[in-house]
């Protein structure tokens, strides 16, 4: 967790979480005891960043677990004991579906939500909890919900240490004196610790490696603008907002020695999707032989996708890009295409910072080898 | 002139103009009679895109000839009647160099000035109106007025003239059913005529080419969305808004066949200045094997310049990526590079739509020949 930024802290009341659509002019802190809140906040982008979400996911459906246990008094007689364990492995069930469907890109969010599930159905299935087969104390949704906090605490802090593993390794890469660029948000806000690509950057300025940041404002929703900035003038890092579209003349120009982002799914051949614009800053760095190199945990590798071109691509409210703080922007009516994500082809990244180092192509095999 | 969206026109009291900063939400004119309003216009983009500002310019030096011969009556004698007309041209001048001041990237600004201060000089230098030399009655502050009005309305109909050529000449490269891509806004908002690229795209579309438009939003002030989303609504060009960052990933997706955009400045070698972003779509173009096109009239070819790394790149006020509709976007005192323009170098350019037809490279000679 990271020590500077509160980002989201489960509490014995509720779940804590900043408001991130609020800033950055305003550090609202959200505080609730109901699951919901935090499903209507993922959908809503109150929480983002693929590691964040899966994190939060966790924490939502513990708060979904404490609250059956809250609703529903235990009985004295042992069948009814189990019974009301069966009804509840099958809310919880229900719930995580529910997670599962807020946002669809994002492989850590299933990732969370399969550690939360195996949990679930690890003794044995629903239907299996029988008291012939089982001591019926440890099963009790009590006992499963304590399980629950545990994991998602697990879950957080393994977040936490796979950063900073991420920004030791990254770090390196990253040439003395250099101009990077960034897109969308991958720090603190985006994960449970300081962040992917943003712990790379980080760290080599703790290092005293004398970088320049150069963060695309990302549009539609200003991650660039609003978080990256944000996080990057509390760590004091020399750093320049730019227009998504800024970008490639200033590698013309000769100012960047790297582009670095973070990951939303990486398919089995290295393929991977990001923020909406990512794509066309690989292209760009491409043209301009400057490396571009994809910083993410490895629980953001799908292995059962092959290839970039069957990963799921959000389609977000043409809203977001039509108004702006509730002022229309775009003639009423128009037609908008308004994916959240795009596919970076395995070719263009000229490296993965993963937490057990730098992978280089070809990709396949070297995914295949770190996560075995 | 543009029939059916009016821009700007000069009227016996002043000048109306389409206040654009205000578009897509309102259609408000407004009418001035005072010079000095109309450089506020250009400098805060309530009238913007290169061949319009230079055709608000002329109307700007002609409000202030006739706000100049409003205030100062002439004298009955003869010597006094010249250092009238010599006081005006030198206030002329200054008016000038005034308007050449407020932008400094679009050539057709000074390429306009030029027309008018030339036909000031005509005559001769100020210095030189001596009654041995002039027949005094031709050369009243008056009649300049009248001239550096009819000079106006002819740059403007020119213009209008070079748009439709423009249009004709471009149609043709946009195969049947093609997705295209544009950049910022090159309509009949920008020119004196239904457009540069925005001309080819309504001619391909009026010649029923079946063509499907995708409008970049063009940040930082949304030309695309704004402006280019509301002129292809109001002409029912079947179209898509989608971010900056977008395009890269539908050329990977098969979707366009062009791109196309108009022009800032065009130096000798063809590189050329256009509104941020340009340079990005171009590239992205490039490496998916996509044409791109620059439709631009030959005003924007500046022969003074040798090559695009001479244009000059004027920077915006910061508060353009940060503040939107009065709502701070970024945190308060980030750093921000925010250039207006950026050069797209002539290797990338697949050809030049202008009123004389389709230029190939090399340009360094095919321009010079159109120009000649």
């Known amino acids: 967790m990271n020590d500077s930024i509160a980002v989201i802290e489960l509490t014995p009341t509720g779940l804590r979480f900043l408001d991130q659509t609020r800033l950055p002019g305003e550090e609202v802190m959200v505080a609730t005891a109901d699951h919901r809140d935090v499903l209507e906040a993922i959908r809503a982008l109150r929480l983002r960043g693929a590691p964040l979400i899966g994190i939060t996911a966790a924490y939502g459906v513990t708060l979904a677990a404490r609250a059956w246990c809250a609703a529903h008094s235990a009985p004295a007689d042992t069948a009814a004991a189990l019974t009301r364990t069966q009804d509840f492995l099958a809310y919880l069930h229900d719930v995580c579906e529910s997670f599962a469907a807020t946002r669809p890109t994002a492989v850590n969010l299933f990732w969370a939500l399969d550690r939360m599930r195996c949990l679930l159905a690890r003794p044995l299935a629903p239907e299996a909890l029988t008291p012939e087969a089982l001591a019926p104390e440890s099963f009790t949704p009590e006992a499963f919900t304590a399980a629950l906090e545990a994991e998602a605490h697990a879950i957080h802090d393994d977040d936490a240490q796979r950063c900073a593993a991420i920004g030791r390794h990254g770090a390196a890469l990253l040439p003395r004196g250099a101009g990077v660029i960034t897109h969308c ?65 200033l590698m013309r120009a000769g100012r960047v020695a790297a582009a670095i982002t973070g990951a939303d799914r990486i398919a089995a051949n290295g393929d991977t999707a990001n923020k909406i614009g990512t794509y066309a800053l690989a292209v760009a760095a491409r043209h301009h032989g400057i490396p571009f190199y994809i910083a993410a945990p490895l629980s953001t590798v799908d292995n059962r996708i092959p290839t970039g071109a069957d990963i799921p691509i959000e389609e977000r409210d043409p809203a977001e890009i039509t108004m702006l703080a509730g002022r229309r922007i775009a003639p009423e009516g128009v037609h908008v295409y308004a994916p959240a994500f795009d596919v970076t082809p395995a070719e263009l990244i000229a490296g993965f910072v993963t937490e057990r180092g730098i992978l280089a192509p070809p990709y396949g095999e070297t995914l295949a080898a770190a996560l075995s």
Chains 1, 2 share one sequence.
């Open 185 to 249: 948000n991958s720090g603190a806000l985006a994960t449970g610790g300081e962040g992917t690509a943003f712990a790379v950057l980080l760290e080599a300025h703790r290092q005293g490696r004398g970088i320049h940041v150069f963060a695309d404002e990302t549009r539609p929703l200003l991650q660039g603008a609003r978080l990256t900035m944000w996080e990057l003038r509390r760590h004091d890092i020399p750093s320049t907002l730019i227009t998504d579209g800024t970008a490639a003349m």
